[in-house]
């Protein structure tokens, strides 16, 4: 990802996983932001599924929680700021996007966009609802008790199955 940003020539940076649609109307929703003062930030999201707990799932992104927040969301920084804070690690090939956040969120307001990413349900379609909100929810409690990043990456590999891993 670092490497993506390293051939990027814009001040304004726009990571977008290639399983989430943003909203079409994302060039101004991001210059609104930009204007308002907020220098990076995401969107809430809605699964490509009208499965009643993904729902529930999708509702829970409208709140400043770092559980509510992920890559899948999309997330805008400025350049300035991705380099001030030194970017994603290079040596994280798991919650990358959490270790972001939360350095963002030591510097900087971070803005939810009251819009929704489409976000594919495959994840969901290929394991079971639970084995994945089981599995999502093991790594995340790795992650903030310091677990090695070869840890979670089996540990997740062992849960469920991700084209990713």
Not at 40 to 62: E, H, I, P
Not at 145 to 154: D, H
Request: proline share 2%; glycine share 4%; hydrophobic share 40%.
């Amino acid at each position: 990802m670092n490497m993506g940003v390293q051939h990027s020539s814009g001040d304004l940076l726009y990571v977008v996983h290639a399983d989430s649609f943003p909203p079409t109307t994302y060039l101004e929703d991001l210059s609104v932001a930009l204007k308002n003062g907020y220098r990076a930030g995401c969107y809430r999201f809605r699964f490509d599924s009208d499965r009643f707990l993904l729902k529930a799932n999708s509702w829970f992104t409208r709140f400043d929680r770092i559980m509510c927040r992920g890559g899948d969301q999309t997330l805008f920084i400025t350049r300035n700021l991705f380099e001030k804070i030194v970017g994603f690690r290079d040596d994280f090939m798991i919650m990358e996007d959490y270790d972001l956040i939360q350095k963002i969120q030591r510097e900087a307001h971070f803005k939810i966009i009251p819009k929704d990413v489409v976000l594919s349900a495959r994840k969901y379609d290929e394991n079971q609802y639970l084995k994945v909100n089981f599995a999502n929810l093991v790594v995340f409690m790795m992650y903030f008790s310091g677990a090695r990043q070869q840890t979670m990456v089996s540990a997740y590999k062992n849960l469920i199955y991700h084209p990713k891993f």
